[in-house]
């Protein structure tokens, strides 16, 4: 009997010493890992990590300077304009539309929003009199405009570039 306690014991010493050393070569290495992105930071930090938009001088003010050509036709238009304390947009506050809804930009003699961004796409593709939900958010599809150098450069080539059109 001391004998078979005496070999469940020491087998029971090495699978535990066994166990013990494989679960040390298996740690979580404390490497620093560098990141190598825009961000320079790992994905689930906020977008504060993302590249400023800095003029070197005065901010473009609304009405006052020439949009840029869109790359394609069917491409939202760039905001030719800074945005600053015009966002966060909200449910509540999207200061866009004071200038931008139709009925406004005219007098104004800035661009009015298109038709399309009066159909409700979530009931049907129904022309409602307000922006549609879809379209509410502006900064989703629509970016500030400016002069500087790119921090990712942009090969892209229109299609009418490619073919030789005008």
């Known amino acids: 009997m001391k004998k078979i306690a005496l070999i469940?014991?020491?087998?029971?010493?090495?699978?535990?010493?066994g166990?013990?050393?494989?679960?040390?070569?298996?740690?979580v290495s404390n490497k620093k890992?560098?990141?190598?992105?825009?961000?320079?930071?790992?994905?689930?930090?906020?977008s504060q990590n993302l590249p400023v938009v800095t003029y070197t001088s005065q901010a473009p003010i609304p009405g006052k300077v020439k949009p840029f050509q869109k790359s394609y036709v069917t491409a939202p238009p760039m905001i030719p304009h800074s945005i600053?304390?015009?966002?966060?947009?909200t449910v509540k506050n999207?200061?866009?539309l004071?200038?931008?809804m139709p009925q406004n930009a005219k007098a104004l003699g800035v661009t009015p929003m298109p038709k399309d961004h009066f159909?409700?796409?979530?009931?049907?593709?129904?022309?409602?009199q307000r922006v549609a939900g879809s379209r509410y958010f502006c900064t989703t599809c629509h970016a500030p405009q400016a002069n500087l150098n790119p921090?990712?450069?942009?090969?892209?080539?229109?299609?009418?570039a490619n073919a030789g059109l005008k």
């Not at 014991?9 to 535990?16: C, Q, R």
């Not at 600053?84 to 947009?89: L, N, Q, R």
């Not at 979530?122 to 022309?127: R, S, V």
């Open 8 to 17: 469940s014991a020491a087998a029971a010493l090495l699978l535990f010493t």
């Open 19 to 27: 166990c013990n050393q494989s679960a040390s070569t298996n740690k």
């Open 33 to 46: 890992v560098e990141v190598t992105g825009i961000r320079k930071a790992t994905l689930d930090k906020g």
């Open 84 to 89: 600053a304390g015009m966002t966060p947009i």
């Open 94 to 96: 999207n200061m866009c």
């Open 98 to 100: 004071n200038c931008h």
């Open 119 to 128: 159909v409700d796409n979530f009931e049907g593709g129904k022309h409602v």
């Open 151 to 160: 921090v990712v450069e942009n090969k892209f080539e229109s299609m009418k």
